[in-house]
Structure formats: C-alpha cells, structure tokens
C-alpha cells in the first residue's frame, strides 16, 4: 500500500489542468485558413487532390464535414491559399457551419459555431452519458474516444462520460460512415435511449460518408430521419477536439 502511495505521489498530477486552454503543436492539421485573393486563376491543384471533395473555389471553401485534414490541398496549392492551423476547436450545431469560407479565422468561427441551448444546458449541463456506436468505423476515432477518459485527458471529471448500455445513456455517438449492415444497430441503439435523447456525429465519415461516400455498402438513411445535435469534425477527431465541442454545447465553461 505505502509503495502505491509513493508510486502515485511520484507521478503527480498528469491530466491536462486547462483543456480550454490546451495548446496543440504546429504539426497538428485544425481549423483551415483559406486565402482566395491568393488563387491562382483556374488553378485546380486542390480540388483535383482533394479525396472528399471538400474544397471548392468561386468562392473558395472548405467543408470540414468531409475533410480528412490529410493536407495534400495545402501542399500542392502553388500560392499558399490553404493552410492548416493547430486550433482544435472544430464543433458546430449545424452542418451549414462546417463549411468555411475565405478569410474566417478560428476566433470568428468559435463564436457562432455552436449554439448553447437552455434546455440542454438544464439537463445535461452537470452530467452527460454518452453510448458510442462504431458504424463500419476503421477505429481511428474509435480510439481517440477512447483516450478521452484516459489519465491525461480525463473527460470523467467534467461529468461527461461513455457508458455501456444506451439505457444508461444521454445520446449516441457515431462513428463510420454507416454501412448497411451496421445500421439496423445504430437505430435499435438511437431508440434504446429514452428521450430527450442526442445524437452526435464525430469524423468526417459519420458526418459526409469521409472517402467512403457514394459507396453502395453504406446506408445512411438514418441521417434522414434523425437531426444531428453536434457535429465534431477530424479523421480521427482529437480527444482535445472532442471534448471542448460537448462541453460548449452543454455550456459548460
């Protein structure tokens, strides 16, 4: 017993102490930064590259709905008109939202993306349980998930956690594009949770379909019937990315 005191006092406190203000390094592909007086006429470089059709020009535009922030448009764009930031916070209540245009900045984004509902911030604003369903997903957010209750990210402390069973549950999260096997689950699941219920959809798969979109295996039907709360986009989504988008929508500050 006095050795695992030892151990944990050696180790200290290891969880991130402010993930509002938590900094990711400039390797990390976030919030993109688009520059049309920069393009080139007729250039094509990006959208031709681009392995969701994320990207259009005329205006230029980024829907982070379907981009994989693989930073090929960024590389090849012979001006410089794209580039990536390291800002995480990538969450938004509507789909429209996801699309950026020219000359928006991460701060502007912030401050209309996600909207904070007062009877979402009355019941779910100190406790929100969340079931998980991995449809047809390659378990890259999967894992990420999964590390969001780990030591360092510890998303248990802000009373945000995953359960086991959607009888337990607040909403759903989606991950996958949605294949046609995988969907009969996710509706049995979405109708196990008693209402009012969420449902999020975190990837650039649950979101649009990612590089999976067009294909005859997927079913996403269930996008037709059954509004999106929130939308966290990423392929994989950053735990970082992840917890500030639930936490602005319960108001959580």
């Known amino acids: 017993m006095f050795e695992l005191l030892k151990l944990r006092k050696k180790h200290g406190y290891q969880a991130v102490p402010n993930l509002r203000r938590a900094q990711l390094p400039e390797i990390f592909r976030g919030f993109p930064l688009l520059d049309e007086h920069q393009c080139a006429n007729g250039c094509r470089a990006c959208i031709d590259i681009c392995p969701t059709s994320a990207i259009e020009t005329d205006p230029l535009r980024l829907d982070m709905g379907r981009c994989t922030f693989c930073g090929d448009c960024a590389r090849v764009c012979p001006s410089g008109a794209i580039h990536f930031s390291a800002c995480n916070r990538l969450g938004a209540t509507t789909r429209e939202k996801l699309v950026i245009p020219s000359g928006m900045t991460s701060e502007e984004f912030q401050k209309s993306a996600i909207t904070v509902r007062r009877e979402i911030l009355r019941l779910f604003g100190r406790s929100l349980k969340l079931r998980q369903v991995s449809a047809a997903g390659c378990n890259g957010c ?4 999964n590390a969001c209750g780990n030591v360092n990210f510890d998303m248990g402390r802000f009373g945000i956690d995953f359960v086991a069973s959607p009888r337990h549950a607040d909403g759903v999260v989606i991950t996958g594009p949605v294949s046609r096997n995988m969907a009969p689950a996710l509706r ?3 109708l196990s949770i008693g209402e009012p219920r969420l449902v999020i959809a975190v990837g650039a798969c649950a979101i649009s379909g990612g590089v999976f979109a067009g294909s005859e295996q997927l079913n996403r039907t269930f996008f037709d019937t059954v509004p999106v709360d929130l939308y966290i986009p990423g392929c994989p989504t950053h735990p ?10 319960i ?3």
């Open 142 to 145: 999967e894992m990420e998930l």
């Open 188 to 190: 049995d699941t979405f």
């Open 240 to 249: 970082l990315t992840f917890i500030n988008a639930v936490m602005d929508f």
């Open 251 to 253: 108001g959580r500050k």
